[in-house]
């Protein structure tokens, strides 16, 4: 027993002192929880991601503005009737929402179509009802069915006018008939609760009545925008989150090249000759940039071979996007070889800073799914400017042009980390 808690004893030393296998323990694995902790959670009840819905009312009556104020009282809705919420600012119109929806400004969008307010609500097989159209982007699939779902809720709890005169036609009809003076009396107590106030905004709806359905008050069709024309559209929103991810596993590897030839005494032989460290991490980047890109191309072209992803067509912005991407992960991978001292210490805190960013910046997790304040801290990492410019070429069918921002910001961090690990790299020229 002695000799068994001695081994145990000795491997607690080692770990104590090797802070490579330390953080790879410890660090890590409470930095993931706290990531997805606050991804799933939100940060508690009130921060949890709400579902954002442009909002078009092409009825203008009170059976839609009912509908569309309730909607807007639902805690999991944020509900946009303009494109900017300012006063005076320009309703959405159909065009301006189904543009919305495409350039992933907002992730769904319902259309009140003109005769909503007239149609009345039916019960029955084959029953007319009232229509609401809602347009989507595939890449989150979970807002239109949540949409669709509080559509049929404020349906039941909001137009309560709307429910009586069904309730009376129904009656009428199987009834053998009411009275003209019944039915006045019917459609004066109807007007009255038309006359109630409508559901202020930022107030719960109210909840429905027990046994109440879920479905079948109105018809709501869903039309999505984004992946309806695309082969494989699951495959194409994550390959570039994947690829990344992997690109910057690579590139931190690769540049771990230069600790084994300062350890070796390479590296002084090499800066002997008429070599410099600029020329040599110059060098380096080189051979990293174009060992992603090969990497990268490698990735797209297995997925557009055997599992639709649309490469062919998107040659200029894959390009761009590319390169760009090379460019920002091979320097992270040489920034990370000249701070770290051994080949340890590149293991853990490559291990821990990738891991992290890819969580953060969605090659794990999409961020438009994440919680708003999450979402801006991915911003932080050059995962999500990556993925933002793959996304737009694949997913959206943007033009190049609109990628000006993510490669601004990818080159851009490039040439920091590119000037920070030269810098850092002058501790081995006075060695």
């Not at 159209?133 to 039941?156: F, H, R």
């Not at 109807?190 to 027990?210: F, K, L, N, Y």
Request: glycine share 10%; charged share 15%; hydrophobic share 50%.
């Amino acid at each position: 027993m002695k000799t068994i808690l001695a081994v145990a004893k000795n491997r607690f030393l080692n770990l104590r002192h090797d802070r490579a296998a330390m953080i790879l323990s410890f660090v890590l694995p409470v930095a993931f929880f706290s990531i997805f902790a606050g991804v799933f959670s939100g940060g508690g009840r009130g921060a949890t991601r709400k579902i954002q819905v442009a909002v078009v009312d092409e009825d203008g009556s009170s059976a839609s503005r009912r509908l569309l104020a309730a909607l807007a009282a639902e805690q999991g809705l944020a509900v946009f009737r303009a494109p900017e919420e300012k006063p005076g600012a320009a309703a959405f119109t159909r065009a301006t929402a189904e543009t919305a929806v495409r350039a992933g400004d907002v992730p769904v969008a319902l259309i009140v179509p003109a005769g909503f307010g007239a149609t009345p609500f039916s019960f029955g097989p084959g029953a007319r009802r009232p229509t609401v159209e809602i347009l989507s982007d595939s890449a989150d699939p979970v807002a239109p069915q949540v949409l669709a779902g509080l559509v049929q809720k404020v349906a039941m709890t909001a137009m309560p006018g709307a429910m009586a005169r069904s309730g009376v036609a129904e009656v009428d009809q199987w009834s053998g008939g009411l009275t003209p003076e019944q039915k006045a009396r019917m459609e004066a107590a109807i007007a009255e609760i038309d006359r109630e106030p409508e559901v202020p905004p930022g107030q719960a709806a109210p909840p429905p009545s027990r046994g109440a359905g879920t479905g079948g008050l109105v018809d709501a069709s869903i039309r999505d925008l984004v992946g309806e024309k695309k082969k494989n559209p699951t495959i194409a929103f994550y390959a570039a989150g994947l690829g990344v991810m992997f690109l910057l596993f690579s590139a931190a590897g690769a540049g771990g090249a230069l600790i084994e030839e300062a350890e070796s005494g390479t590296l002084d032989r090499i800066l002997a000759t008429r070599v410099s460290m600029t020329k040599l991490l110059l060098g380096k980047l080189v051979y990293l940039v174009l060992l992603a890109v090969a990497q990268l191309t490698l990735m797209f072209i297995w997925g557009a071979v055997f599992f639709g992803v649309e490469l062919w067509s998107h040659i200029p912005g894959f390009l761009i996007m590319t390169f760009s991407t090379a460019l920002a992960c091979a320097t992270f991978g040489l920034l990370l070889a000249s701070i770290c001292r051994s080949r340890m210490q590149l293991v853990a805190l490559s291990n821990l800073a990738i891991l992290l960013m890819s969580a953060l910046g969605g090659s794990m997790f999409p961020r438009f799914l994440m919680p708003e304040k999450m979402q801006k801290i991915g911003l932080a990492t050059l995962n999500a400017w990556a993925i933002d410019g793959f996304q737009k070429i694949f997913w959206r069918d943007e033009p190049v042009s609109s990628l000006w921002p993510q490669v601004t910001v990818l080159v851009g961090i490039g040439i920091v980390f590119f000037l920070i690990a030269r810098r850092v790299a002058e501790r081995w020229e006075a060695a």
